[in-house]
């Protein structure tokens, strides 16, 4: 053997033998081996967002709080009524797959493409192909969609309430037709939304003093309440738990925009999680007085079963106003996204023809959502449709199976493997038991 030869085969020997090794190290340390870190591509101009002007992470984690808080934390007494007090457990675990749901969703940004990924359908897209973009966008519409029709009935219920008694008492679903009319108008002639943005802090504002209103006025309602029937545990109650549970912590359609907008993106982990902890304290806070007070009694909203008085009134007219002030944002972003896949823009068809499509376009959607809302005026419902097919999905399905096809399955811990599958589980359980018992209370409402 020649003395090329023989370095050659003691080369190759060394780097086969300190190749064995690493692999060894990296078994035994159980390190996990992603395509790549995430956070390697922060700040990348090549392929990360424009962060110079990003705000601070504590203004992500008010935006995070903003988009989760809202109507379906009114409901989670009548969730305790439905399933008894171990429903709490069940709000706690989708608590925490909730955050870890969010927490991954955004990490999918920044796999399977050449630059960042802008939105959830874009992330389906990269995992799934088109069809799997598709999909995604079939669920976000029963999200962006099927929230401002909840918000029409809720609204359409809330000021005839108000006027129970007078003049103006003309009917549920003529209020509604009144306040559709009154989102529409600026919703169809408005460019973009970005404008609308100063409304999460009405809506924050408003939810967070309701929230401190059905806690202190069912608490001093306490000593009215007789034969108060409270159950600990109510498996029929179960099936349809989840749907409305995981309707009270949706917002991942927003992450993407959430993240975007951080100068400092490597503390999404930590936004994320603390504005769900918050969340579901505020959740928690305002479940527990309604059921204990009021017991299977309880009504959805919350505030239906506090007597006549001013702290009821207040609750109406502050959900009102954020239902009010919340519905052309998530209208608009399905109109943009839509406006975006169809073509209809200025560069393509010009300034005339661009506002003729836009106009027509934003008059259905806006006129397709307020038929639902009249001729489906029945608001516990539709919010549980909505949770269990819009939802449960983006939550529980869409994120887990997005991150395991983009980053692998083997490469992870057994722990977060199995915490995974329980998350699907616990989609699948909401989307079709959820619609099932949702579907079958419309059934039952319209043949009463």
């Given amino acids: 053997m020649t003395d090329e030869k023989k370095s050659s085969y003691v080369f190759n020997i060394k780097e086969t033998f300190t190749g064995s090794i690493a692999s060894s190290e990296v078994k035994q340390s159980g390190k996990k081996r992603l395509p790549y870190d995430w956070k390697d591509k922060l700040f990348d101009p090549n392929f990360d967002v424009d962060r110079s002007n990003g705000g601070k ?86 999200i962006l969609l099927g929230t401002p029709i909840i918000y029409f009935v809720l609204i359409g219920e809330n000021m005839n309430q108000l006027c129970t008694g007078t003049v103006a008492e003309i009917g549920e679903t003529k209020w509604s037709i009144i306040f559709i009319v009154s989102v529409a108008i600026p919703f169809v002639f408005m460019k973009n939304f970005d404008n609308l943005q100063w409304t999460s802090f009405v809506g924050s504002v408003a939810m967070v003093a309701t929230t401190l209103i059905c806690v202190i006025v069912p608490a001093q309602d306490l000593s009215n309440q007789i034969n108060v029937v409270h159950e600990d545990v109510i498996w029929v109650g179960w099936k349809g738990a989840v749907a409305t549970i995981a309707y009270s912590l949706g917002g991942n359609v927003v992450y993407p925009n959430c993240e975007a907008a951080m100068k400092r993106p490597q503390h999404w982990s930590l936004v994320c999680h603390l504005g769900m902890a918050t969340c579901a304290l505020l959740y928690i806070m305002i479940a527990i007085p309604g059921y204990y007070v009021y017991g299977e009694a309880v009504q959805n909203p919350i505030y239906n079963s506090m007597p006549f008085g001013v702290g009821r009134t207040i609750s109406i007219v502050l959900v009102t106003m954020n239902c009010l ?31 003729i499509y836009r106009i027509v376009w934003r008059v259905l959607l806006m006129g397709v959502c307020g038929m639902i809302a009249c001729i489906v005026p029945h608001f516990n419902e539709l919010q549980g449709l909505f949770g269990a097919i819009g939802y449960s999905t983006s939550i529980f399905l869409i994120p887990i199976l997005c991150f395991w096809k983009l980053t692998g399955i083997r490469n992870k811990p057994i722990y977060e493997i199995v915490w995974g599958l329980l998350a699907l589980i616990m989609g699948i359980v909401g989307l079709v038991l959820g619609t099932w018992e949702s579907v079958k209370g419309l059934i039952e409402a319209y043949s009463e």
């Fill in 57 to 142: 992470s504590l203004t992500a984690y008010y935006n995070l709080v903003c988009c989760v808080s809202g109507t379906g934390m009114l409901s989670l007494s009548s969730v305790l009524a439905k399933a008894g007090w171990s429903a709490l457990a069940l709000l706690i675990i989708c608590w925490w797959m909730t955050s870890y749901s969010s927490d991954i969703l955004v990490k999918c940004l920044y796999y399977g493409g050449s630059t960042r990924a802008k939105t959830v359908h874009e992330i389906a897209e990269r995992a799934f192909g088109r069809t799997g973009g598709y999909i995604s966008l079939f669920f976000n519409a029963w």
């Fill in 325 to 355: 002030f919340s519905a052309p944002i998530f209208a608009g972003s399905f109109a943009l996204d839509l406006e975006i896949m169809m073509g209809i823009s200025v560069d393509r068809l010009g300034k005339t023809k661009e506002f």
